[in-house]
């Protein structure tokens, strides 16, 4: 196929599904996905390949594929009609938890399927044993986290089906919410297939077949041509999660990736068994997370990622690990757990890859929070979302308060204010928290947030309060956080909650969420004097650590004593060399 031809309906293809996420985004009823872009887009041709995906989040896209399998598994073709819109979100089809809804459109042109429009949409509530739908502790099984859907037909012909929608609406503590995305990933959908048949009456059905095959064969052989420029080897890395709930003992991820000519296996042999709580990975979410980090150290943003760009990566994860759970093991809370699978894999490229990795990121938090509204008089659920920062990089710090490994976006102050019972008294960086390096990781952050409802029960999900995030080739970790609770009327001192606990709050109570800072890319010793003082003079580094991590010797006003500056680091030179002896 003629490039200039390919490269105009590729990058058509592309937009598409952009354009349908911002309709997904614009008509959306939640806060989750309407400020927080928690939901993802991608285009299927009539074979069932992932042909296209939006810029969204890579748990979503990169379990399209198993969602898409599982629906046409439960519909054949010949079964669909112009209209129809299916749902699933059993965990063990889809992204890998309950909130999750995957929606399914076929796409039609003169009566003919020619392709599939696919949406991911988080729902912030789909009942179970805490708002929210997330808890950790005190888990035993999925049946305790909420509503599952197998495949089924939520539209027909373009009519609601509205027996299944009444057994939805019941069944979740905030129905309206939840109703109006469904309808809004349906519009999200509708631009799919309106978008696809413009392309397809421009150039004709044999003309995007042809270009679906290219865009599959080109894309696998890119990303064959960049793992192949790789040294072949197995190269390994080891992290952890601090704990599965309130008590219990940390998870261990293991993995060994093999660089084998052009292919790559990623081995998750060696990590812990699965859990009973709501701390668990199904393998497609894993999956997702291999795939994308892939895509990060081999041919980048040069080619869009679909299913030409998995064929050459396999995976090897026991049956019954946190990373291959099997039903009805809980599930809930497992999107906390995505970013150590990108760590873990960084650190592990890091041998073989140093300057297309980065260093572990500081954690995020996914708090809920359930309760009575009184300014309404009614339930409400508060779905969060508090971002930290990337870890150092090869050639620059890391980047604050943006998330490394999924594209959602931290919800505005002001939206959460104005649409729950909460007020957030404090949002800030928090000094000395980044890991130092040559290159910084990005600093942790912390959000204080007083709760005005009534009734209230929260979910803490977070990570990295016990385990720092590593530093690389020579850098440090960064700082550890923490999650603290002041009571409402001052007499209790104040309590440190765990990292995934679930508590009853009482109006007026205040939690402090503390994330944890960046690794360091480097060594310390390498980063340029003239750095450090701007991040003193900038409040985020303190003088002890500028002299204690990087040997700078420098005032409040982020002067720099160059004499005594070369001595302190030829000194911590000496004792590091003395050390690594």
Not at 138 to 162: M, Y
Not at 445 to 458: A, H
Not at 470 to 480: A, F, K, N, S, T
């Amino acid at each position: 196929m003629d490039p200039l031809t390919l490269g105009v309906m590729w990058r058509a293809m592309v937009a598409l599904t952009n354009d349908a996420g911002v309709v997904l985004r614009r008509t959306a009823y939640s806060e989750a996905v309407r400020e927080g872009r928690d939901f993802s887009v991608g285009l299927f041709d009539r074979h069932g390949r992932m042909i296209v995906q939006g810029d969204f989040s890579p748990g979503h896209l990169g379990s399209m594929p198993s969602a898409v399998e599982n629906f046409l598994r439960f519909y054949q073709a010949d079964e669909l009609r112009p209209g129809d819109c299916l749902v699933l979100n059993d965990p063990w089809m889809g992204s890998g938890h309950l909130p999750d809804f995957f929606m399914l459109t076929p796409c039609f042109v003169d009566d003919m399927i020619v392709g599939y429009a696919v949406n991911c949409t988080h729902m912030i509530d789909v009942g179970g044993a805490a708002p929210g739908s997330q808890q950790v502790e005190d888990i035993n099984d999925q049946f305790q986290e909420g509503l599952r859907l197998w495949p089924t037909r939520v539209w027909s012909a373009g009519e609601p089906n509205h027996e299944v929608l009444r057994i939805i609406e019941a069944n979740v503590r905030i129905p309206d919410k939840l109703l109006g995305d469904l309808m809004a990933m349906r519009n999200c959908n509708r631009i799919v297939e309106q978008r696809l048949a413009q392309l397809i009456g421009k150039y004709g059905m044999a003309r995007y077949d042809e270009a679906c095959d290219e865009v599959l064969d080109r894309s696998e052989a890119a990303t064959r041509a960049a793992l192949a420029t790789m040294p072949d080897g197995t190269y390994r890395a080891v992290d952890h999660f601090d704990d599965y709930g309130p008590g219990t003992d940390p998870l261990r991820i293991e993995v060994a990736v093999t660089v084998d000519g052009d292919s790559v296996t990623i081995d998750f042999t060696g990590s812990s068994p699965q859990t009973a709580s709501g701390i668990n990975a199904v393998l497609t979410y894993v999956r997702a997370f291999c795939y994308y980090t892939v895509k990060c150290v081999t041919s980048g943003g040069s080619v869009p990622q679909n299913g030409g760009c998995l064929r050459p990566i396999t995976f090897v994860a026991e049956p019954g690990s946190v990373v291959n759970a099997q039903p009805p093991v809980g599930v809930g809370a497992r999107a906390i757990m995505q970013q150590r699978f990108v760590d873990v894999l960084m650190q592990a490229f890091a041998e073989v890859m140093p300057e297309r990795v980065i260093a572990p990121s500081s954690h995020w938090a996914n708090p809920n929070l359930g309760g009575h509204d009184p300014r309404t008089g009614r339930p409400f659920v508060h779905y969060d979302i508090v971002i930290g920062g990337f870890g150092g990089r090869a050639h620059s710090d890391g980047m604050e308060a943006t998330p490394s490994a999924f594209n959602i976006d931290g919800i505005p102050v002001e939206v959460n204010e104005n649409a729950y019972p909460v007020r957030v008294e404090r949002l800030e960086l928090i000094p000395d928290s980044a890991g130092a390096g040559r290159n910084r990781g990005g600093h942790g952050i912390r959000k204080d947030v007083t709760m005005l409802g009534e009734n209230m029960t929260f979910s803490n999900l977070t990570d990295r309060q016990r385990f720092a995030p590593p530093g690389i080739l020579g850098g440090q970790p960064g700082e550890v956080g923490r999650t603290v609770l002041h009571s409402a009327d001052g007499s209790a001192e104040p309590v440190v909650l765990g990292s995934k606990g679930t508590y009853q709050l009482r109006h007026g109570d205040r939690v402090s969420t503390w994330l944890s800072g960046g690794g360091g890319y480097g060594d310390p010793l390498d980063r340029e004097p003239e750095r450090v003082a701007a991040d003193v003079a900038a409040g985020l580094l303190s003088v002890e650590k500028a002299a204690r991590a990087y040997g700078v010797v420098v005032n409040d006003a982020g002067v720099v004593d160059v004499e005594a500056t070369r001595a302190a680091r030829e000194e911590l030179d000496i004792e590091r060399r003395g050390a690594r002896r």
